[in-house]
């Protein structure tokens, strides 16, 4: 812990191998957020390098009031929510299972059940990216990164209940999509 926060003392006075050191801890969990959040490699890619140039641009303003984790998430959180603001129209999910989006391996071990596993997690990520992105942003952070309900509201800003009613609405909005999808694929209709 020592050396994490001489890695934080040096990268705040502008050493960009300190700042290198700091990034290369938390980029994979950076790519996965803009990832689910976004829905497509290309954007994932792209936000997460907007969110290395943010934190390099503001680590001096980090006070320390949240773990320096929550408050890099709290930036890439952001940085999607500001590109998918932009971008409402424009999100595709043809590319989740390319590299990074795919159904926990070991789970299935024949064919038909690795396929629908992935069938599975495109239609939960297909449901998650028509959540309201505030609802989708702490169902992310809570239910796929394992934040906690505090860390979520210190990552989006505001106030434990509000994160609270966000998850618990969100996840209602999924089950009730999932469910829709559900009596869709067992008619035959879809």
């Known amino acids: 812990m020592q050396t994490d926060q001489l890695l934080l003392k040096r990268a705040q006075k502008g050493d960009p191998t300190a700042f290198e050191s700091i990034l ?9 957020i803009c990832l689910r959040m976004c829905g497509n490699r290309e954007d994932a890619m792209d936000i997460a390098q907007e969110t290395a140039v943010r934190v390099w641009r503001n680590i001096g303003r ?7 984790s929550t408050w890099i998430y709290r930036i890439a959180t952001n940085a999607c929510l500001d590109h998918l603001r932009k971008q409402r129209d424009a999100l595709s999910i043809d590319e989740l299972g390319e590299d990074g989006f795919s159904p926990a391996t070991g789970e299935h071990e024949n064919p038909e059940g690795v396929l629908q596993g992935r069938e599975t997690m495109r239609t939960v990520q297909h449901a998650l990216m028509l959540l ?14 394992n934040l906690t309900y505090e860390e979520v509201a210190q990552t989006l800003g505001i106030n434990l209940n509000t994160a609270k009613s966000r998850i618990s609405r969100g996840r209602r909005a999924l089950r009730e999509m999932l469910r829709s999808d559900e009596k869709l694929l067992q008619t035959g209709e879809a």
């Open 132 to 145: 309201p992105e505030e609802q989708r942003a702490a169902v992310i952070l809570r239910d796929i990164r």
């Open 62 to 68: 980090y006070t320390g009031d949240a773990a320096l």
């Open 24 to 32: 290369a801890t938390h980029e994979r969990l950076i790519y996965s």
